[in-house]
C-alpha cells in the first residue's frame, strides 16, 4: 500500500529565466478571421472643420451674399505631440501597456476620402466572427484577453517565451482593459402573456399581453430624482442612480400615459394605480415575425432576449411630440409622447451633443432590458407548451466603461495560441499613490463631442509630467481607472450600430470609436428579422438555446441582468478591434509571423517532480514505530544486562537438539560454553526411543539392577527394555 502515495506534479522550479518572446498564431476562429495588419497612419475627423493643430485649405469665392468654397484639403493627422505624449507614456508606464494607438479595427477596408490629402483611410468592416459569451472564461484571441466572468477586454499582442519548455512556463505582465460597469434597476412592472397553438400554426403565439405593476407605479416615490445630482465625471459618477432616474421617470410618464397620474413630475400627489394589471394589450399590436417600423408596434419575444435604448416603446400610439398627439385615439390625456422618453434617456446618458469633450464628458449607456420570459404555471422555462402562462421582467440599466491596468497570470504549454492559458486576472496593486497610472484626457474647449471624441490613455505613472505645450490641451487624473469620455447618441438609436462611424468619413481611431459604438448593440438586442436588429451575432438568444437559457439564469434579479449587458458589450467589443502592442517588435505590422525578440522577460519554467501522498504512509509509519520500540527496549535491556550477543549465542546454543539433551541429562554443563561442552558433553553418546532418552551408563546400570533383584516378570519386561535401549545404542554406534 505505501508505494500508492506516489505521483508525479508539475510545478515552478523556483528560479527565474530572462528570456525574449516570439510571436503566436492564433489557429481558432478569431485567427482565421482577423486579416493582416496594415500600416496606415490613424487619421482624425472634426466633422467640417480642421481638428486643433491641423489645417484646412480652400478655394473660396464670393457670389453675392454668400461665400462659396471648393478644393476642400483637410489634414486628417494626429499632431506628433499628442501621439507622442500617449503613446510614450503608456511605454514609460509598463511595455505591455497599450495606447489608444495600439488598436486597430478586427475587420476593415480601405475607403476613400475626397478631402484628406492622402485620398483613403481605414474604415471598419465589422463582421462576426464568433461568440464567446456561452463558456464563462477568460479567453485568449487574436490580439485580445476577454473576459466572459465579468465582462471586458485587454489587449495584447500575444507572444510566448521563445524557448519550448517540455513542461510549460509562467509569467505576469500588466494589460490594460477596457471593462464596462453596468448597474440595473428593477421597474417592478412585468408583462404577462399566455401562448396559444391556433389551428394551423406552427409555432405558439403570444397572446392576452398584459402590463403588471407590481409596485412600480403604485409604490412610486412621491420624490423626483434629480439627474443633476450625479453628474457625468470621474469621482461623482453613479450610474445606478442614474438607472433609477430612468426607471422613475419611466415609470412616471406610463402612469400619466394611462391617466393614473398627473403631468408634473415635480408635483407627484396623485396615484391611482393599483397592484396588479395596468392594460391589456390587443393581440394584433404585438409578436409580429416580421419587420416592422410603425410605431404602434411593440414585439414581446417567448424564445428571445431583448433590449432597447427608446424608453417607453411598448405604449401605443405615442406621439412623436404632444402636439402630434391625435385626439381620436382613446387614453394619453396629457399627451405624454416620444420627446419625453428621449429626454429620460438623454438625461440618464448626461452627456448632449453639444458638449464640451473633456475628461467630465462621461460616456454613459442607458435602456430597458427586457429578461428572458420564465413560466408562472411551474412548467420548464425551456418547454413552450400550448395555454401555458409566461412573464418578462423589466430592468432600467444603465453603462460606464473603464480603462483599468490588471496583472495577468500567463500559464503556456503548447505549440500555438490554445496553449497560452490565463491563470489569474486581477487589478494591479500599487504601493503608493508615486506608483498609481496617470491618465490623461484631451481637452478641447471649442468644439462640440458630437464632432469629435478626446484622445485619452496613461501618460505616466502618478509623479509623470505634461509637456509645456499640451498643458492647456489636456487634463489629468492619478487613479487606478478612468471612466471612458464619449456620448451615446439617443438620437439615432435605429441605425445601424457602426454606420455612425462608416459615416464619419476619414477617421481612423478605433481606440476612441469602438467601446462608445459597441454600446448601442449592447442596448438594443433584437432577434433576427425584428425591427433594431443590426445584422450581427444574435444575442438574443433566439437561434442559440444555450445563450437563451443562460439569459434566463441572469434574468432574475437586477444585479445578475446587469452581467447581460457587460457580457454582450464584452463580445461584440471582442469581434470589434484587435490589440497590436505586445513584447515582439511589430514594427510591420504584420499579423503572421515568427520573428522573436525585443526585451527579456522574467519568466518561471515548470519542471516535473515526484511526491508523495501522506496517508498511504501510516501503515509504514506504525511498523516503524513497532520497530523503534522494540530496539529502544533491546538497547535498555542490553545496557541492563538483561540480554546481548552473548546471551543471544548462549540462548541460541541451548536451543540446539544436543544442547537441549545434554541439558537434560547432564544438568551440570548448562553453563558451559561451547568450546568447553563440545570437548566434554558432546562426545558423550544417547539413545533416543519412544521411551525415552539413555545412555551407556544408564544401561549397564540397569542391566545390573535386572540381576540382583526383581520377580521374574520385571526381569522378562527389562530384558526386553535393555534389549531395545541395546539395540539403539548399537545402532547410534554403527553410524
Known amino acids: 500500500?505505501?508505494?500508492?502515495?506516489?505521483?508525479?506534479?508539475?510545478?515552478?522550479?523556483?528560479?527565474?529565466?530572462?528570456?525574449?518572446?516570439?510571436?503566436?498564431?492564433?489557429?481558432?476562429?478569431?485567427?482565421?478571421?482577423?486579416?493582416?495588419?496594415?500600416?496606415?497612419?490613424?487619421?482624425?475627423?472634426?466633422?467640417?472643420?480642421?481638428?486643433?493643430?491641423?489645417?484646412?485649405?480652400?478655394?473660396?469665392?464670393?457670389?453675392?451674399?454668400?461665400?462659396?468654397?471648393?478644393?476642400?484639403?483637410?489634414?486628417?493627422?494626429?499632431?506628433?505631440?499628442?501621439?507622442?505624449?500617449?503613446?510614450?507614456?503608456?511605454?514609460?508606464?509598463?511595455?505591455?501597456?497599450?495606447?489608444?494607438?495600439?488598436?486597430?479595427?478586427?475587420?476593415?477596408?480601405?475607403?476613400?476620402?475626397?478631402f484628406?490629402?492622402?485620398?483613403?483611410?481605414?474604415?471598419?468592416?465589422?463582421?462576426?466572427?464568433?461568440?464567446?459569451?456561452?463558456?464563462?472564461?477568460?479567453?485568449?484571441?487574436?490580439?485580445?484577453?476577454?473576459?466572459?466572468?465579468?465582462?471586458?477586454?485587454?489587449?495584447?499582442?500575444?507572444?510566448?517565451?521563445?524557448?519550448?519548455?517540455?513542461?510549460?512556463?509562467?509569467?505576469?505582465e500588466d494589460i490594460l482593459f477596457i471593462e464596462p460597469e453596468t448597474k440595473c434597476v428593477d421597474m417592478n412592472v412585468t408583462f404577462d402573456f399566455t401562448l396559444r397553438l391556433d389551428d394551423g400554426s406552427a409555432q405558439p403565439q403570444v397572446k392576452s399581453l398584459a402590463l403588471i405593476d407590481h409596485g412600480g407605479f403604485s409604490n412610486l416615490s412621491r420624490t423626483m430624482p434629480s439627474p443633476g445630482i450625479y453628474p457625468n465625471g470621474q469621482s461623482e459618477l453613479d450610474i445606478r442612480e442614474k438607472a433609477y432616474y430612468a426607471a422613475w421617470m419611466s415609470n412616471f410618464l406610463t402612469m400619466a400615459f394611462f391617466n393614473l397620474t398627473d403631468r408634473n413630475?415635480?408635483?407627484?400627489?396623485?396615484?391611482?394605480?393599483?397592484?396588479?394589471?395596468?392594460?391589456?394589450?390587443?393581440?394584433?399590436?404585438?409578436?409580429?415575425?416580421?419587420?416592422?417600423?410603425?410605431?404602434?408596434?411593440?414585439?414581446?419575444?417567448?424564445?428571445?432576449?431583448?433590449?432597447?435604448?427608446?424608453?417607453?416603446?411598448?405604449?401605443?400610439?405615442?406621439?412623436?411630440?404632444?402636439?402630434?398627439?391625435?385626439k381620436t385615439v382613446k387614453g394619453n390625456p396629457f399627451a405624454v409622447s416620444k420627446r419625453d422618453f428621449y429626454s429620460v434617456a438623454l438625461s440618464c446618458t448626461g452627456v448632449t451633443p453639444n458638449d464640451l469633450p473633456n475628461m467630465n464628458s462621461t460616456l454613459v449607456g442607458c435602456g430597458l432590458l427586457?429578461?428572458?420570459?420564465?413560466?408562472?404555471?411551474?412548467?420548464?422555462?425551456?418547454?413552450p407548451d400550448p395555454d401555458s402562462k409566461w412573464t418578462i421582467p423589466i430592468y432600467s440599466c444603465a453603462s460606464a466603461f473603464r480603462a483599468v491596468v490588471k496583472t495577468v497570470r500567463f500559464r503556456y504549454n503548447g505549440t500555438n495560441l490554445d496553449g497560452l492559458q490565463v491563470t489569474q486576472l486581477k487589478p494591479k496593486s500599487y504601493a503608493n499613490a508615486a506608483s498609481l497610472?496617470?491618465?490623461?484626457?484631451?481637452?478641447?474647449?471649442?468644439?462640440?463631442?458630437?464632432?469629435?471624441?478626446?484622445?485619452?490613455?496613461?501618460?505616466?505613472?502618478?509623479?509623470?509630467?505634461?509637456?509645456?505645450?499640451?498643458?492647456?490641451?489636456?487634463?489629468?487624473?492619478?487613479?487606478?481607472?478612468?471612466?471612458?469620455?464619449?456620448?451615446?447618441?439617443?438620437?439615432?438609436?435605429?441605425?445601424?450600430?457602426?454606420?455612425?462611424?462608416?459615416?464619419?468619413?476619414?477617421?481612423?481611431?478605433?481606440?476612441?470609436?469602438?467601446?462608445?459604438?459597441?454600446?448601442?448593440?449592447?442596448?438594443?438586442?433584437?432577434?433576427?428579422?425584428?425591427?433594431?436588429?443590426?445584422?450581427?451575432?444574435?444575442?438574443?438568444g433566439r437561434t442559440a438555446l444555450a445563450l437563451y437559457r443562460k439569459w434566463m439564469?441572469?434574468?432574475?434579479?437586477?444585479?445578475?441582468?446587469?452581467?447581460?449587458?457587460?457580457?454582450?458589450?464584452?463580445?461584440?467589443?471582442?469581434?470589434?478591434?484587435?490589440?497590436?502592442?505586445?513584447?515582439?517588435?511589430?514594427?510591420?505590422?504584420q499579423k503572421r509571423g515568427t520573428e522573436s525578440g525585443g526585451d527579456r522577460v522574467p519568466v518561471i519554467v515548470y519542471h516535473k517532480r515526484v511526491q508523495y501522498k501522506i496517508p498511504f504512509a501510516i501503515p509504514a509509519f506504525i511498523v516503524i514505530a513497532v520497530m523503534v520500540a522494540l530496539f529502544a527496549s533491546t538497547v535498555s535491556l542490553s545496557i541492563m544486562g538483561k540480554t546481548g550477543t552473548g546471551k543471544l549465542r548462549r540462548f541460541l546454543d541451548t536451543m540446539s537438539t544436543g544442547r537441549t539433551i545434554g541439558i537434560f541429562l547432564w544438568p551440570e554443563s548448562t553453563d558451559l560454553r561451547t568450546d568447553a561442552w563440545v570437548k566434554t558433553v558432546g562426545k558423550r553418546k544417547v539413545a533416543a526411543s519412544r521411551e525415552g532418552v539413555?545412555?551407556?551408563?544408564?544401561?549397564?546400570?540397569?542391566?545390573?539392577?535386572?540381576?540382583?533383584?526383581?520377580?521374574?516378570?520385571?526381569?522378562?519386561?527389562?530384558?526386553?527394555?535393555?534389549?531395545?535401549?541395546?539395540?539403539?545404542?548399537?545402532?547410534?554406534?554403527?553410524?
Open 553 to 589: 439564469e441572469l434574468s432574475t434579479s437586477a444585479s445578475s441582468a446587469a452581467n447581460i449587458i457587460n457580457l454582450v458589450w464584452t463580445d461584440v467589443a471582442a469581434n470589434t478591434v484587435v490589440g497590436t502592442k505586445g513584447w515582439v517588435s511589430d514594427d510591420a505590422l
Open 265 to 326: 413630475p415635480k408635483n407627484f400627489t396623485r396615484n391611482d394605480a393599483k397592484l396588479g394589471l395596468i392594460s391589456q394589450t390587443n393581440s394584433t399590436q404585438v409578436n409580429q415575425t416580421s419587420a416592422d417600423d410603425r410605431s404602434n408596434i411593440f414585439a414581446i419575444e417567448y424564445q428571445s432576449l431583448r433590449s432597447s435604448s427608446t424608453f417607453g416603446e411598448y405604449l401605443a400610439d405615442l406621439p412623436a411630440t404632444p402636439s402630434e398627439r391625435n
Open 116 to 172: 484628406s490629402p492622402v485620398g483613403w483611410y481605414i474604415k471598419s468592416a465589422y463582421r462576426q466572427i464568433s461568440m464567446l459569451i456561452p463558456e464563462s472564461k477568460v479567453h485568449v484571441v487574436e490580439g485580445l484577453i476577454v473576459d466572459t466572468e465579468a465582462g471586458g477586454i485587454g489587449f495584447r499582442r500575444h507572444s510566448v517565451p521563445g524557448p519550448l519548455h517540455e513542461y510549460g512556463s509562467e509569467w505576469t
Open 437 to 540: 497610472p496617470q491618465w490623461a484626457v484631451e481637452n478641447i474647449g471649442d468644439m462640440a463631442i458630437n464632432d469629435i471624441q478626446p484622445l485619452w490613455g496613461i501618460i505616466g505613472t502618478g509623479n509623470a509630467s505634461v509637456p509645456d505645450d499640451l498643458k492647456s490641451n489636456v487634463s489629468t487624473l492619478t487613479h487606478e481607472s478612468l471612466f471612458l469620455p464619449g456620448m451615446s447618441n439617443v438620437y439615432s438609436l435605429t441605425e445601424n450600430s457602426f454606420s455612425q462611424s462608416a459615416t464619419k468619413i476619414g477617421q481612423y481611431l478605433p481606440g476612441i470609436n469602438f467601446y462608445t459604438q459597441a454600446v448601442f448593440n449592447a442596448y438594443n438586442i433584437a432577434r433576427p428579422g425584428r425591427t433594431g436588429y443590426s445584422g450581427f451575432g444574435d444575442y438574443s
Open 370 to 383: 427586457y429578461g428572458a420570459a420564465r413560466r408562472t404555471d411551474n412548467g420548464s422555462n425551456l418547454i
Open 1 to 114: 500500500m505505501t508505494p500508492l502515495g506516489l505521483y508525479d506534479v508539475v510545478e515552478p522550479l523556483g528560479s527565474v529565466n530572462l528570456e525574449q518572446f516570439r510571436f503566436i498564431n492564433d489557429t481558432s476562429a478569431f485567427g482565421y478571421g482577423t486579416p493582416p495588419r496594415s500600416a496606415a497612419p490613424f487619421t482624425r475627423s472634426c466633422g467640417n472643420a480642421a481638428c486643433p493643430g491641423l489645417t484646412m485649405n480652400q478655394t473660396c469665392t464670393q457670389k453675392g451674399l454668400a461665400q462659396v468654397c471648393n478644393n476642400t484639403i483637410i489634414d486628417r493627422s494626429i499632431p506628433s505631440p499628442l501621439v507622442n505624449l500617449f503613446r510614450d507614456g503608456a511605454k514609460q508606464f509598463a511595455k505591455p501597456v497599450s495606447s489608444v494607438f495600439d488598436i486597430q479595427w478586427r475587420a476593415y477596408l480601405n475607403a476613400t476620402d475626397s
Open 694 to 735: 539413555f545412555t551407556p551408563d544408564d544401561f549397564s546400570s540397569e542391566r545390573e539392577q535386572n540381576g540382583s533383584d526383581g520377580s521374574r516378570d520385571q526381569r522378562s519386561t527389562e530384558k526386553s527394555t535393555i534389549a531395545v535401549q541395546q539395540g539403539l545404542l548399537d545402532k547410534t554406534a554403527r553410524d
